[in-house]
């Protein structure tokens, strides 16, 4: 397939606006596509959603990607017309500088804006400037005054967004955009459903999306806690080391080079059992996976606590660039994310979870 048809549904995605909090176009979004494969929504409180496929048994396979993007927030209108901004996630603030955002005021209404940079021809010969920081950071939505920006509906509380620029590599295989963390995940809950629909499998598939992971993984607190599974997945964008010295700490995984297995993070150790299940499922099916070790947590940090506890893991997508205006990933990694949950989705049975909370 063209690869503009195949990742037609992330392109839509990751064109949305959504940080933590502001979620429902990306859930408007998640449910008519859901809609279109099952008439069985569940939905938390919070906000996350997911669609039910029932296979021929009862374990409970929980698939989550997460709909919040990182951004800011709009904190403060100084006299001048100027906005300051707090950060919605972990973004540092040098690569704000003269980026252009979005300024969400309404419904349908977007403010444009730059956030400056002091040019050399006022900086030389100056003192040496302060290490950005969101402190010292301004917006420019080319008000003249607070009454300026009040008046073409700038307000305190407002999502700020990067502006995005979508588009594929040269070489057709690799793709930028903004919101790959993880308006991806999203989209392969969205793909997974679409496949169950024609494959005979013996899980009840729970998949969608949750709300507010990138501050401090809330909503799938909630979802988990609701549904209980016996084996949840978080499908997320983790940061590839492979543009740094190889000798580098934080060289894990490199773009093209298949899903990545996090073996360990702050908030989650994958328990050994199950990662040499998934392993030993890649290599039986012949997926390419790499070793990945983060220092970055994910949803499935919240779902192990889920019922009694629950089997979590991260089946990731390497990814360049994260947390930024212009991250990229590589298609056929897409690919192999894929593959590998469905082959999870056909071997995972009653016996393999018995088996594995056994070994």
């Not at 991260?314 to 994260?322: A, E, F, H, M």
Request: charged letters at 25%.
């Amino acid at each position: 397939m063209d690869i503009k048809k195949r990742m037609k549904i992330y392109e839509d995605l990751v064109n949305l606006d959504g940080i933590s909090g502001f979620e429902g176009n990306v859930r408007n979004y998640m449910r008519q596509e859901i809609e279109k494969v099952t008439g069985n929504i569940i939905r938390d409180k919070l906000g996350s959603i997911f669609g039910v496929v029932t296979g021929k048994e009862s374990p409970v396979i929980m698939i989550a990607g997460h709909m919040d993007e990182v951004g800011a927030m709009v904190a403060g209108i100084t006299e001048k017309g100027f906005i300051k901004m707090i950060p919605v996630g972990g973004v540092n603030p040098e690569i704000m500088i003269s980026q252009n955002v979005l300024v969400t005021v309404g419904k349908n209404k977007k403010v444009r804006g730059v956030i400056g940079a002091v040019p050399p021809h006022i900086s030389r010969g100056a003192d040496k400037p302060p290490a950005p920081s969101f402190d010292n950071l301004l917006l420019d939505v080319g008000a003249d005054s607070r009454e300026h920006a009040y008046e073409m509906g700038i307000e305190i509380g407002q999502m700020i967004t990067f502006e995005n620029q979508y588009y594929i590599t040269e070489d057709g295989k690799k793709i930028v955009s903004k919101a790959w963390d993880n308006r991806f995940g999203c989209g392969m809950a969205l793909e997974i459903l679409r496949e169950l629909k024609d494959i005979d499998h013996p899980n009840t598939v729970i998949a969608g999306a949750t709300v507010q992971e990138e501050v401090g993984l809330r909503g799938a607190y909630a979802s988990s806690q609701m549904v209980k599974p016996d084996l949840f997945i978080a499908i997320d964008v983790s940061p590839v080391g492979d543009f740094l010295d190889k000798n580098h700490p934080r060289a894990y995984g490199k773009l093209g080079g298949g899903f990545l297995v996090r073996f360990y993070d702050p908030v989650n150790i994958m328990n050994p059992v199950v990662k040499r299940y998934f392993e030993n499922l890649a290599a039986a099916n012949n997926i390419p996976y790499q070793q990945f070790l983060s220092m970055g947590g994910t949803d499935a940090g919240a779902a192990q606590y889920a019922g009694g506890g629950a089997f979590s893991v991260t089946v990731g997508l390497p990814g360049r660039y994260i947390h930024s205006s212009a991250s990229m990933i590589h298609i056929d990694d897409v690919e192999a994310v894929k593959a590998m949950l469905l082959a999870v989705i056909k071997d995972f049975d009653r016996q393999r979870l018995e088996e594995l909370r056994n070994a």
